[in-house]
Structures are given as structure tokens and as C-alpha cells.
């Protein structure tokens, strides 16, 4: 599991941070498919109005970009979240008898929020890489728990959820973006980078964001 | 209490929301003196944080600016937090025995966050409107609370928090801001605005502000 | 050939300055052919360029989306741009000589500049609808110069260039980006949008594109 | 002349391109009061909309600062626009028989327009050294081009315009604005900066700044 050099680094900076999202209950509860439905659905009716402000995120990285391969991969991410992931949501609320419509009208809890506009902020204010930093945490955190899930005994209840970021498609994204992370830092900050402040304040943007994560799961009790 | 009909507007389109914000406990008790001194420290620490990101709002609303009235105006706002509100709750902190260097390193909360980051996501992703919308609950806010306490029989614990808003100066500013908002709304939506999609937009951010300063009050248990 | 009711709006606002560009001898010599080579391909050189803006423009258009349906015609547009013309473009090139990495290192003329970063502010400085004001020109401008030349007896020099902005593809993309900013400008500014200072903004905005548009024809004396 | 040492490495890269800007004709017949009136009036009837968007930049600064230090530097410039270079701009004009309605109602040139914009993209698109980068040469050029003309037996046709220039306030601004840049890129980029290719990004955004103020100077003939 090493989507890339510079989340490695990210990473084991803040080991207790990362494990208290990547282990965190709620994700070993889908696992072994003891996480009660309405939990769930109702972090899935969470996770549609994330995904909205996830995609303008990666929305606004294609306009941050410094060149046209960052483009590409900008524009494939917002592809993949847009034309995959929130239609994936929408079908599995659907056939849980939530409809899109009520999805829509699903008000956005502060831990949503706080996150989100945590990583728009971070890419507004910043450059390219401020926001790669707030970004990272999402992306490969849920392809890490979806490998080490889909790796796993997992029980058959949240088989869909698992198989989606454990799968070829979803893991090779988190190697394209893993790699856009890599050659993003160091065309600009060179080899040396995890001795420079900017290198430090990014650290510090990905570990908010992972604490913002753990905290998405605990919107709802279970 | 009257500083803009814009605002005036939209404190009635959310009257449940906007006294939990201005009656709130934590705000009464700061009047009647019965809140507990390290909550209020708490409080000040977490605003410190909150008052620098409020002027990087506000800083954005210059660039956002269409004349150079609104700019004159977003200036001076600028100026009142940087080099007075700021100043004062340094100097407060400092006389309570935090230091400046404490008060720097305070970990910002997530209701803090949750706050400040979504006024800048609405000034970056919108336009000066969006931006006036999401601002006018704290500094309006503010001026109704410190106004309605100042003219209380306050207790002398908080009265330099209450004369501080209660004061002049900020009053004045409340009244300036207040213009700046209604002649906002009026060159760019006209006199019927309040049926527009634009303004509903507006009065959802106002109200999602109005929300998050609540919580900015729970932050600490009292 | 009305993309849009507020583009034909626009258009009939600024009519010398929108004929001023889609009818520039620059174009005309495009249709019967008598335009120099070098000019087409240092016109290319320099579209190359601003393509890459103009698709980062697009992408900040996902980050400034309301709701999901402008986000997937915004995403749309970047993909076409990115996938399809800078494509063309890059192959086009190739086939006169002109290399990739000689493409690459193209000086950027000030005209092409003024006008991709002036849309780049509008689109950060204002809302969606600033963005898609100085976005339109282009946009919808090159569908109808396409459509225009594409029915005419043109020469075949450039032929394909002509049959690309006449064909389908890029025609039914006018007729999506003209619906997106048609149900844009209502939903938020109502059916009197043309009453309302904003419109009179966006007017403002459409007309500079405009004139920019006109200036980009003119980088090359023909 | 050295009010910051990363000015003075960027100045250095580019010595033909800061040459031609600081010593352009324009700028010597200023010097030499043989500059024609109209021509002068021209170019302050176009520096007044350039101060304008140049203190909308110096507000985005403002948002994209990372301390309250910064923060301060910055809200000092754009007081010292706002309420010092703009007004004296207004007043000088309405001396000459200029009126501020006029002023306002003057025409952006596309050399103007291209300057300021390119500024205000770098700084939306990119952190705050982007922004300092493309800031850079307006404010520190004119502190050099001043003190060299204050130093010199000047005319005085235009002293009052040397006089600000040359001046005490303008220069010690200067001296802060070189400071607040060396702080930014020490503490994020280290004391190899030059090595990075962040800094590489800065170098160029200087560069072609530097070559849009040269542009300014041609906007008039003289």
C-alpha cells in the first residue's frame, strides 16, 4: 500500500491521526457488517453532499494546475467522482428506498461541512500542492481501507462498498494520484522537500483533514 | 437595531436560528457575569484564531469589491480587526496570564473551523454578495448583543467585552457595514431582490453563518 | 443559430464588437482560405496556450457550480477541451512541423494573456454567472463562426479547423453551454434579468471577452 | 537600492526585462519634465483603474497570508493605496482639470487590463509568494525608479510625482514590503530557494510582470 513517497511521508508523520480515521470503528463495523443499515445510510446521505464538494475541489485543482498532465489527471478524478461515485450513491440509495430527490434534500451536518470547506479553503488560499495536501487523506485513505477490507474476511452486507474501493478501477486512481502528488512536490520543492516550511504546512493540512475525516464517521452514533 | 434592511431581511427569515445565536446562554451569562472565567478564557483563545481568519474574509472582500466605496469600507474593517479587536483580545489574554506565544499555539477547534472555513469558501466561490452573507452574522450579531447587554444592568465580570461591542466604535462600524450590505444587494439585485434565486442563496448562507456562531458558543461546556 | 436567450441577449447588446469579432478578416481568410500559413500556425501556437487557461477556467467553473447538473456540463467542457481540441491542436501541429515540445515552449503574446487571465479573474473575483459571462464569447462565439463558415462555399485549406467548430460535437456543446447559462442566469436573477445591475456586470464582462476575442485575431499581422 | 534580497536575485534573472522597464523613455522625460502633459494625464487616468485592481490584490494578500505579520504588512499597503497613492491620484487629476466622475468613467486599456488581471490570477491560482512575485515589480520598481530620480537633478514639471516616490513613507514602504517577501520565502522555501523550482515559478511570474509594466509605459505615445 504505498500509493506514493510523499503520502508515505504524510502518513507516518501523523500515525495516530491516520489510524484513528483508517481503523476507526465505523470502518471495521462495515467490514465485519455489524454497522447498523441506518448508520450507514445515513453516512451515505452524508457522503452524496460530500462527493458534491469533493468534485468542485477537484474541480478547482484543474484550475490550480501547473501543466497539462496535472490537468489530465485533475480531469479524470472529477470524471471518476462525478460519472462513477456520486451515480454509484445514488443507484445504492435508490435501491435502499431513499430517493434522489430526498438525497438532495438532505441538510449537510457541520463535520460534513467542516471538512469540505476545510479542503476548498485550503485549495483557494493556496497553491497546487496546498490543496493536493488537503485532498490526499480522502482519496487514499479510502483506497488503503478498501484494500485492506477487500483483502479481508469481510462480511457479505456492505460487499458493494468494499468491492468499489477495493477494485482495480478505484486503486489505480489512487496510484495516478498518488504519482501526482509525487511529481507535483518535487518539481517544486525538489528533493529535499520534508525540510522546508512549505513541506511543513502541508504536513499540517493533511493531518487536519485526516482528523476531519475520523470525524465524518463519527456523525452518527453507532 | 436596525443597521440594514438587507439584514433585517434576513434575521427574520431565521428568527429560531438567530436567537439561538444572540440569546444563547453563553451570551447571557457573559451578561450576568455568571459564566465560568476559564470558559470565557476558552472562548477568547478560540476567537483569536477565529478573528485572524475573519480578517482574511474580509481581506478577500476588497479583492471582490466592484467600487471604491466598497473597498474604503472593507478596509476599514480590516483595520478595526487587525489593529484593534485583535490588539484588545491580546492584550485581555495577556492580562489573564495567557501569553501571546500561548495564544498562537492554541489548536484550533473544529466548530471554529467548521465557521471560519465556510465564510471563505462562500467569499472564494461566490461573489461579493455570497461573501457579505456569510459575514454579517458575526459582526451584526455582535453589535445587537453587545448594544441589547450594554443597555442592561450587566455585571462588571465581562463589561469590557460588553463595552467593547456595546461602544461607539464598533456600533458605528455594525451601521457602516449595514449600508455597505443594503447599497450591495441594491446597485446588483434592485429594489425587488427579495424574490430572487440569488437572494434565497444568500439568505441560506446567512443563515448556515447564523448556525455555526451558535455553535462557536458550544464549543466550550458551561 | 441561438445557443441561449441571454447569449443572443449579450450579443445583440455589444453588436459592433461582436461582429468586430466573428466576422475579422482573420476569419473570413480562415473561410475562403487566403490566410496566410504562418499566421494559422502562430494562431495555433498561441491557442494552444490558451486552451490550457481556458480549460482551467472551465475547471474553476466545476468548483463555482451550484448543483450537479452545472457541474456535469462544466466537467463535460473540460473534458472536450482537454481531450478532444487540445488534441486536435497537438495533432494538427505535428502534421505542420511543429513538434509538441516546440508547441510547449511558446511565448506567450500579451493579447493571449490579457484575455485568458481576464477571464480567470472574473471567474475568481465574481460568481458562476461572471465566469460564464467571459466564457460565452469564445465558446459560443467559435460555434457560430463555425456554423457560419461550415455553410458557406469554403475553401478546403482549412478545412478541417472549420469542419471541427461546424460539426456536431462541438455544435451540440454550444447548444449545452447555452442551456447551462440560460438556466443559470434564471435560476438565480429570475425572468427580469435584464432590469438588474448583475446583468448589467455580466454585460460588461461578455462585452471585454468580446473585444479580446477580437484582439486574439489580431497577435498576427495578416 | 536593495530593499530585499529576493528582489534582488529576481531583478538580477532578468536584467534586460527590468532595465527596459525602469529605464523606459517614459520614465526618463518624466525626469526630464519633457514628457508631454497629455501623455502623463493619460497614464494617470489609467493608474488610477490599475491602483484599484492593484489594491484588490493587496487584499487577496491579505486572505492568502499565513501570519498575523503578514497580515499587517499587507493591510498597511492597502491603506497607503486606498487612502494615500489613489487620493493624491485624484486630487492631481481634479488639479489638471480632471474630475473624479471622469476618472471613473475612463476606458481600461487592454495593457492595463492584461496587468492586472495577470496579478490577480497569480495570486487566486497560487499561495502568497505567487501573489508577491507578481506584485513585486510595480511596488519596489517604482521605489528604485523614484530614489534614482529624486537622486537625480530632476525637473519639476512632475516633481510632485518623483517627490511621492522618492519620498520617506514610499520608500520605507518599500523597505517593509522587501522584508515581508524575504520572511515569506525563508520561512517556506529555506535558504536554497534559488535551487527550487518554486522559485523558478516565482522568477518567471516576476518576469513577465516586469515586461507588463514596460507595457504600461507604452500605452500612451510619446
Chains 1, 2, 3, 4 share one sequence.
Not at 3 to 20: G, M
Not at 37 to 60: C, E, P, T
Not at 92 to 102: P, R
Not at 157 to 173: F, H, N, P, R
Amino acid at each position: 500500500m504505498n500509493y506514493s513517497d510523499v503520502f508515505s511521508t504524510w502518513r507516518d508523520l501523523h500515525k495516530t491521526e491516520w489510524t484513528s480515521y483508517t481503523r476507526h470503528p465505523f470502518v471495521e463495523r462495515i467490514g465485519d457488517g455489524t454497522l447498523p443499515k441506518s448508520a450507514f445510510l445515513n453516512y451515505l446521505r452524508q457522503d452524496y453532499i460530500f462527493l458534491k464538494h469533493f468534485s468542485r475541489a477537484w474541480g478547482l485543482a484543474i484550475a490550480k494546475s501547473s501543466n497539462i498532465t496535472e490537468m489530465h489527471t485533475c480531469s479524470k478524478v472529477v470524471h471518476a467522482l462525478l460519472d462513477e461515485e456520486i451515480k454509484l450513491h445514488i443507484e445504492f440509495c435508490n435501491s435502499e428506498g431513499i430517493s434522489t430527490d430526498e438525497l438532495e434534500k438532505t441538510n449537510e451536518m457541520h463535520q460534513n461541512l467542516a471538512y469540505t470547506r476545510f479542503v476548498l479553503d485550503a485549495g483557494f488560499s493556496g497553491d497546487f500542492l496546498d490543496l493536493m495536501a488537503a485532498l490526499a487523506p480522502c482519496v487514499l485513505g479510502y483506497g488503503e481501507i478498501g484494500k485492506r477490507l477487500g483483502a479481508s474476511q469481510y462480511s457479505s452486507v456492505y460487499e458493494k462498498w468494499i468491492t468499489t474501493y477495493a477494485g482495480k478501477d478505484y486503486q489505480s486512481l489512487c496510484v495516478e494520484v498518488g504519482t501526482l502528488i509525487d511529481n507535483a512536490v518535487l518539481t517544486r520543492l525538489g528533493g529535499n522537500y520534508t525540510s522546508l516550511g512549505k513541506f511543513r504546512d502541508l504536513s499540517q493540512k493533511f493531518k487536519i483533514a485526516t482528523l476531519l475525516e475520523k470525524n465524518f464517521w463519527e456523525m452518527t452514533n453507532i
